[in-house]
């Protein structure tokens, strides 16, 4: 074995392992960083729209309930490096950072890639031993210690700490294949069930089939999850979200998409019904004055046209088609339950989900190593000592609004500075 003496490999060099390299560099450690790929950060480089979302301003609590999957954990972490802290990280380093609508913090200049070369300046200044196109293929663990990490060209190199910083298995061309599952499995850990979360919804509805909506944007729309057998709301968020050839998309959509997979599952693959809400600020009364309103000001013209502009055009034409309300008809003849039909179905439209986009099209993985079995004030394993994990590989995911990245940050920092404070409490 290879004897080149470092106190802390981390593989990966996305949000959590840069992060985990500077944080335990900063504690005293030497460092060495591994990264299949040709580039660090290339995930992060592409995130937020290539503006990285670098993290939320929201207090912790409400950073937390962004986190579905095991956002409790969290606490732990965030009492080491929170997303203030983030914030003073950066900004220390000279990016100025901007707040924009639901607390999204961006750098000002809306480039991703200065937050990347921020990040490996720091790096690199701590003199952190970084290679690239070095891909791990296997990490090797002694009785209950880890022992070090074996390459995929065969070459062996030790250190006393690991961190499995890899990602999960969204959006593969970046470099997370999911290659840490194996490495936590080895080391007697639990990996649970892996599924797309942040993810495009398909759709089975003729409207959706036939393209009628295809390229519609609806914006502060409320979109409901409905469960198939209980016929009651699953979850709700609010937002915009667009139709596309299979299905829907857009912030509301993708927040929804892991209680689509999950009932899916529950429900032995049944389809799922959604429901969009136009005017998720009116009452039901309200809509009905609205249409009213509208009729009132054209009567004589075909109500389909005398509502031009209650709500987006090829919207209006889909309410006509589902309510089976006939559009020519004027004021003097459509009726009142005409009217409440179209007031009821612009508030409950109904929507029918068949599944959602893959995993590897997916912005984030769900499931993964475990965080019942891992120390979380420290990211170190409750089974091998020296071996920690941080970022996407573990069973924590956020909505997309920076939590994923702040999850990342945060574990990594953790996981840095546990690894680093190992060698003095040996
Ligand atoms: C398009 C897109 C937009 C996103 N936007 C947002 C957003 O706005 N807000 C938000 O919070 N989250 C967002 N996310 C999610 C967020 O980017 C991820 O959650 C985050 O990057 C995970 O960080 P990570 O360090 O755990 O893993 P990754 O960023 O996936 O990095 C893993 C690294 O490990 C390396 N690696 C993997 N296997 C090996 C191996 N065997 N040997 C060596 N190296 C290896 C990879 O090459 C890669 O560099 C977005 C994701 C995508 C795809």
Redesign the pocket.
């Known amino acids: 074995m290879n004897k080149e003496n470092f106190d802390v490999i981390v593989?990966?060099?996305?949000?959590?392992?840069l992060m985990a390299s500077v944080s335990a560099a900063e504690h005293g450690a030497k460092v060495l960083l591994?990264?299949?790929?040709s580039k660090?950060g290339?995930?992060?480089a592409?995130?937020?729209g290539g503006r990285c979302?670098v993290t939320n301003r929201a207090d912790v609590e409400e950073i937390i309930k962004h986190i579905p999957g095991n956002g409790r954990f969290m606490y732990s972490p965030f009492s080491v490096f929170n997303n203030e802290d983030i914030i003073s990280f950066f900004e220390n380093l000279g990016i100025e950072l901007k707040e924009e609508d639901r607390g999204r913090m961006f750098p000002v200049n809306d480039k991703a890639i200065t937050v990347v070369r921020t990040l490996l300046e720091r790096i690199d200044s701590l003199k952190v031993d970084v290679r690239t196109n070095?891909?791990?293929a296997d990490v090797l663990y002694h009785d209950d210690r880890v022992e070090g990490v074996k390459l995929k060209n065969g070459e062996y190199i030790t250190a006393t700490n690991v961190i499995i910083?890899?990602?999960?298995k969204?959006?593969p061309h970046?470099?997370?294949?999911g290659?840490g599952y194996p490495w936590a499995k080895k080391a007697g850990h639990t990996v649970t069930d892996l599924y797309p979360t942040e993810v495009p919804i398909t759709c089975n509805d003729k409207l959706i089939k036939d393209k009628t909506l295809q390229g519609l944007s609806l914006r502060d729309i409320e979109l409901s999850v409905i469960d198939p057998k209980k016929k009651k709301g699953i979850v709700t968020h609010d937002g915009d979200m667009i139709f596309t050839h299979f299905g829907i998309s857009g912030p509301a959509a993708l927040r929804c998409s892991q209680y689509v997979v999950k009932a899916r599952k529950k429900h032995k693959g049944k389809d799922v019904p959604l429901e969009v809400n136009l005017f998720p600020d009116k009452r039901g009364n309200d809509v009905i004055e609205d249409i009213d309103r509208f009729l009132k000001s054209e009567p004589k013209k075909a109500v389909k046209n005398a509502l031009n502009g209650w709500v987006p055009d090829r919207m209006l034409t889909a309410l006509f088609e589902l309510s089976g309300v006939d559009p020519q008809l004027t004021q003097a003849n459509v009726s009142k339950e005409n009217i409440r039909d179209l007031a009821n179905l612009a508030q409950h439209f109904p929507l029918s989900a068949n599944g959602t986009l893959s995993i590897e099209k997916a912005?984030?993985t769900g499931g993964g190593v475990s965080v019942k079995e891992v120390q979380p004030k420290r990211m170190e394993s409750k089974f091998k000592h020296g071996l920690f994990f941080c970022?996407?590989?573990l069973d924590l995911h956020?909505y997309?609004?920076?939590?994923?990245?702040?999850v990342?940050f945060s574990t990594g920092y953790t996981a840095g500075r546990a690894a680093a404070m190992n060698l003095w409490e040996e």
Not at 34 to 37: I, R, Y
């Open positions: 593989i990966g060099g996305g949000p959590s392992g591994l990264d299949k790929g660090l290339r995930k992060l592409i995130s937020g979302n070095t891909e791990v910083a890899v990602g999960g969204s959006v970046t470099g997370s294949t290659d912005f984030v970022g996407e590989v956020g997309t609004g920076g939590y994923n990245i702040t990342a």
